[in-house]
């Protein structure tokens, strides 16, 4: 019993650094329309980013956050700039195609610039556990949750209540809507893509403090954020972080009580399940072309 | 009018297409190098992968960017059965190809009726999940890899010589261009461009998409697996990293990409063009041409979608209407 309520405490735990990966693609989807492929490649990429900086100036990767969120931000309205606008006009083929082509040159790249080695960041708190009641909880993941709640908590009030937050949701909700009223469209699809990579920026931070990075390990996170994010459904807040949530704790059960290597598996067969059972997820609304 | 026989053969040999598929088929008679020969084969077979990807993806625009699923469920029914229980290859091929409809059903089941990515989205979960699942299983008495005994026959689909496996995957290959040329011209092919071409559209005219898109995910499931099986029996070793790689995925849609997307001429193209070329670089500059090899594939992937998306094909069309015009205003 002890430890299902430590792996409860865990799942919740590392949900809330997916909860924030998988806002990160909400957004850019929820926004542009754009289906991204690559979004899993954007967190490897993350992490390496962090990676690099605590071993460069041996500061906190989550001091490096200062340097990262800017640059982020910068690169996300530059992919809108150089490419995402290109494509949201295009076909939903064309999304799919290209970011997963963008895909294979961020795995790659990362593949000769870093080579395939497993890559990780120990810090002070690495190894220190926070204990009671007789659980025991490792700092990072605390830390990773609680980096992801403000970050979450900054978004939604951003979103709220400023107006460049509600132009967003504006512009989500009806694209031509919003241009109508004199909303700069492409200005908010800049700032969302570089919104979206702010959100990757920080849970690739998190991520890096407790789990070791390679360059193929994109696919992965890719597959988990989209599956979070329908699990939550498309375009809902709480429902990407209670799916985030969710999909956590049952990698944990999955990974103690039968097998770490099937909780892919897992989630290909929870993912199938979704879909034939209520495609439109837990908040979700239901899909147009059904 | 009835065409005869004669004439529908006639017209044939004027089809550029049965003109390039037969020069094709002569070219592995022109040298008995085995590095040549390989190539071909390689080539044969990729362009028989693509092709078959080609049907669901480019014709239906179902993006499917998990096809090594099939490839991997092929090559591991065919080389277990063969090199564990002894089991001809042959029967493992025809295995092989209905756990290929079966998987490609089970997928079509859960998100053919919903929008297009989700999809693609389970295709790459499946392929995943699969991998790490026969890693998990470690199927095969010897360990996670599996070495298929080379006993030459044609019963064990085993041979002495390179040419044969070239002539086998030109055979593949001509079989999956006739079944898609078949389909283009029939009903279902017509249904098929319609829901490629606008789903809605072609749900309110009353096509039936759910049930093309699965028919045909079935044949291409089909012909992709019975590929996996020849490919495990080419290279007599199968692993589940190996034979369940993305890359694979990527490849088979590389080689459509380029060539053309849902043209039959297309993926042979691509496939004509970029193996021999992976090839050379590979033989330049060595081992480091993977990861670049792959940098390169994503990065012609990005472009092509964003200036020329309908790959080398269009290309070629384009550059005929304008030699065309010129002609004719030279005329004048």
């Keep these: ?290 | 009018m009835k065409v005869t026989t004669g004439q529908r053969l006639q017209s044939y040999i004027k089809d550029p297409l049965v003109v390039f598929i037969a020069v094709l088929g002569i070219l592995p008679l022109l040298s008995s190098h085995h590095f040549y020969l390989q190539m071909l084969t390689l080539v044969f077979l990729f362009a028989f992968f693509s092709e078959a990807w080609n049907i669901i993806s480019g014709f239906g625009k179902q993006f499917s960017l998990g096809h090594v699923a099939f490839f991997g469920i092929g090559a591991y029914i065919t080389g277990i059965l063969y090199a564990d229980y002894g089991i001809s290859p042959w029967i493992g091929l025809a295995l092989s190809g209905v756990f290929g409809i079966l998987l490609a059903l089970l997928i079509g089941f859960a998100t053919f009726r919903l929008r297009a990515f989700f999809f693609t989205l389970s295709t790459i979960a499946c392929a995943e999940a699969l991998r790490v699942l026969f890693t998990y299983w470690r199927l095969g008495s010897t360990g996670l890899g599996t070495t298929i005994p080379a006993v030459n026959g044609l019963g064990n689909l085993t041979f002495s010589h390179e040419i044969y496996y070239t002539y086998l995957a030109y055979i593949l290959l001509l079989t999956v261009v006739s079944v898609t040329y078949r389909i283009t011209k029939s009903r279902i092919g017509y249904y098929l461009f319609a829901t490629g071409g606008d789903e809605e559209a072609a749900k309110s005219l009353g096509v039936n998409t759910y049930r093309i898109k699965l028919i045909v995910f079935a044949i291409s499931g089909f012909f992709t697996a019975i590929g996996g099986g020849f490919y495990c029996m080419y290279m007599r070793y199968i692993e589940p990293c190996m034979v369940f790689a993305v890359d694979f995925s990527v490849q088979f849609a590389v080689f459509a990409i380029v060539g053309g997307l849902g043209t039959i001429a297309g993926p042979i193209l691509g496939s004509v063009i970029l193996i021999p070329l992976s090839t050379f670089f590979r033989s330049w500059i060595g081992g480091l041409f993977t990861p670049i090899g792959f940098l390169i594939y994503g990065i012609i992937l990005v472009l092509i979608i964003l200036f020329l998306p309908g790959g080398l094909m269009k290309g070629i069309s384009m550059m005929k209407d304008k030699i065309a015009q010129r002609i004719s205003s030279r005329k004048e």
């Design chain 1, 1 to 290: 019993m002890e430890i299902f309520i430590q792996l409860i405490i865990n799942g919740c735990l590392t949900g809330m650094t997916y909860a924030l990966m998988a806002l990160g693609l909400s957004i850019i989807f929820g926004t542009l329309g754009l289906i991204n492929f690559a979004h899993g490649d954007f967190i490897m990429l993350a992490m390496y980013g962090g990676f690099l900086i605590s071993l460069c100036s041996g500061m906190d990767p989550y001091l490096g956050l200062f340097i990262m969120l800017p640059v982020a931000f910068v690169l996300g309205i530059a992919l809108y700039r150089f490419l995402f606008k290109r494509l949201i006009d295009a076909p939903e083929e064309s999304h799919i195609i290209a970011t997963f082509g963008l895909s294979f040159v961020f795995q790659y790249g990362a593949m000769l610039l870093f080579s395939a080695e497993y890559k990780s960041v120990s810090t002070d708190y690495s190894a220190n556990v926070f204990h009671f009641w007789n659980q025991y909880i490792d700092y990072p993941h605390i830390y990773g949750a609680l980096a992801a709640v403000i970050l979450i908590a900054l978004l939604i009030s951003f979103l709220h209540y400023t107006n460049t937050g509600r132009a967003i949701r504006a512009v989500s909700e009806q694209r031509r809507g919003a241009m109508m009223i004199g909303i700069n469209v492409h200005k908010i699809y800049a700032i969302a893509a570089g919104l979206g990579l702010c959100c990757i920026a920080v849970s690739g931070v998190s991520l890096i403090t407790f789990e070791s990075v390679h360059p193929t390990i994109g696919p992965h996170f890719n597959l988990l954020c989209w599956i979070i994010v329908v699990l939550g459904g498309i375009g809902s807040i709480p429902g990407t972080i209670l799916g985030a949530i969710i999909i956590a704790v049952m990698e944990m059960m999955v990974g103690y009580y039968f097998e770490p290597a099937l909780t892919t598996f897992a989630y290909f067969v929870m993912f199938l399940a979704i879909l034939m059972i209520r495609p439109s997820g837990i908040f979700g609304v239901k899909e147009r072309r059904a």
